[in-house]
């Protein structure tokens, strides 16, 4: 994956020490092949079920999540295992979790 800052704006450059055009590139190639296929539906499959809203701030993003308590494989533990793989191949992203109204699941 590729995050370019030139479609994000000056901002979002500015804010992660980077120069316009700079991109930030997630390494997969640290995943084994069983992480790569689970990180590719959690990603495609998972996390879009589950995602309420999309809020893009000047320091970075909300994003809120329902919470399926009633699901085998609850909401939250579907993103922390994301998180904990995101985390692996993009070491620059930074994680906050929270709850908000209604017990949703604020990242």
Do not use: W
């Not at 970075?60 to 909401?75: H, I, N, R, W, Y």
């Amino acid at each position: 994956a590729v995050v370019s800052t030139q479609s994000t704006g000056e901002r979002n450059s500015n804010f992660l020490g980077m120069n316009e055009g700079d991109e930030l590139v997630c390494n997969l190639s640290v995943f084994s092949e069983d992480q790569k296929q689970r990180h590719k539906l959690l990603a495609k499959q998972k996390l879009p079920l589950l995602l309420e809203s999309f809020n893009d701030y000047e320091n970075g993003v909300k994003l809120v999540f329902k919470d399926d308590k009633g699901e085998e494989e609850g909401a939250l533990n579907v993103i922390k295992e994301f998180t904990s793989l995101e985390s692996l191949c993009c070491p620059f992203l930074k994680f906050d979790f929270g709850s908000g109204e209604d017990g949703k699941i604020v990242l």
